[in-house]
């Protein structure tokens, strides 16, 4: 059997538990490729699991290699995973039903995997797939954001929420965004107002949204209702919100859950980066050694866009 470096846990419990070691190298199956891995990232998703969090929803097995997000090349192909050949530059969003992309080598189910952006270079492309995915669903399927409509979006200048903006703006919508220590960002990225949660609260600043998009939870999701209109829509990514308050506010609200088919979305944001359209804003590169200091960055909760982790030079 060929090993590989992989991070993996072994328990459940705080950064610690990342284990950077070898670890088998994955054969690819029916219906899978085997994915050369160049860069992956670091989502909040990631820090779930290794806290333990995420036993509840998904059935994982220990040792659990961790990670996401993936670009790199084709290494193998499986039986019947049609239209790749060794040597393909892809991306794509692997492993968060079992072992992931903090690896040498990464399985993914071939209908997931789509050609990498040709105008990004792996980091950038392997910041992209888990969070443009996310705000992708949120704002484009589930609240279904269109021209002339205004949306609040919380932790505008996170990984999912620097996104969100970039898709907001070319669906042709009025954004307003929050943040503290990552603010000066906001303008550079488009929104057309910005609003700094730390000193301003932004439920005395804005009203009539036709769409909050919730990336934080908590007291931020409360005190949004206020700022919709009826009829308006509250998206989180992170907190049920509840159904007694919509009805008693006349609006809608969901919690958006990523979910396949992934391939076709990852192809359009592709394009849409390609166009110079979608810029994914890597606050830091480390090497997948550092693999501690890189959940260490995200869990402090104030990174600016994404964490980004390079395999190979
Ligand atoms: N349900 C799903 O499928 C799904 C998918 C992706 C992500 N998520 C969840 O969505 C959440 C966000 O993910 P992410 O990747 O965007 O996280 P992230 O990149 O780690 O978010 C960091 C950002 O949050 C901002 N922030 C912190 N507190 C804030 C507040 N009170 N108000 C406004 N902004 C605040 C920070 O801005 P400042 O530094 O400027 O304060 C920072 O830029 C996580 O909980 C994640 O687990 C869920």
């Known amino acids: ?7 993996r846990i072994h328990k459940y419990g705080d950064s610690d538990v990342l284990v950077y070691e070898d670890a088998p190298r994955p054969v690819p199956g029916e219906g899978e490729v085997l994915i050369r891995v160049h860069a992956t990232s670091v989502n909040p998703f990631d820090c779930a699991v290794h806290a333990g969090y995420m036993t509840g929803m998904f059935n994982y097995t220990l ?27 892809v991306y794509t969003r692997a492993g968060v039903f079992r072992d992931g992309a903090n690896a040498e080598y990464v399985l993914a189910i071939a209908a997931d995997v789509t050609a990498k952006p040709k105008s990004l270079d792996h980091i950038h ?6 969070v443009s995915l996310t705000a992708w669903q949120a704002l484009y399927e589930l ?22 903006v970039q898709l907001a703006k070319l669906r042709g919508a009025t954004v307003i965004g929050t943040a503290s220590e990552n603010y000066d960002l906001l303008e550079s990225l488009g929104v057309d107002q910005a609003i700094n949660y730390a000193t301003t609260p932004f439920e005395n600043m804005v009203h009539d949204v ?31 919100p509840s159904e007694e308050m919509a009805a008693a506010y006349g609006v809608r609200q969901a919690m958006v859950l990523t979910s396949p088919p992934i391939a076709q ?36 909760n104030h990174a600016r866009g994404k964490v980004v982790l390079q395999v190979i030079e």
């Open 1 to 7: 059997m060929l090993s590989m470096k992989a991070v």
């Open 63 to 89: 040792p659990l290699i961790l990670g996401s997000d993936v670009s790199g090349v084709i290494e193998e192909v499986g039986a019947g995973a049609n239209g790749f050949s060794p040597g393909d530059e």
């Open 125 to 130: 492309s392997a910041a992209l797939p888990h």
């Open 143 to 164: 609240a279904d954001l269109s021209e002339g409509q205004t949306v609040l979006i919380h932790g505008a200048a996170g990984g999912v929420g620097h996104i969100a």
């Open 210 to 240: 036709d769409v909050v998009l919730d990336t934080i939870g908590g007291d931020t999701q409360q005190r949004s209702w206020t700022t919709l209109k009826r009829g308006g829509f509250l998206v989180s990514t992170i907190q049920t």
């Open 265 to 300: 979305t990852l192809t359009e944001v592709g394009k849409m980066a390609d166009a110079g359209k979608i810029k994914p804003v890597v606050y830091t590169v480390l090497p997948l050694q550092e693999i501690k200091q890189a959940h260490q960055i995200v869990e402090g």
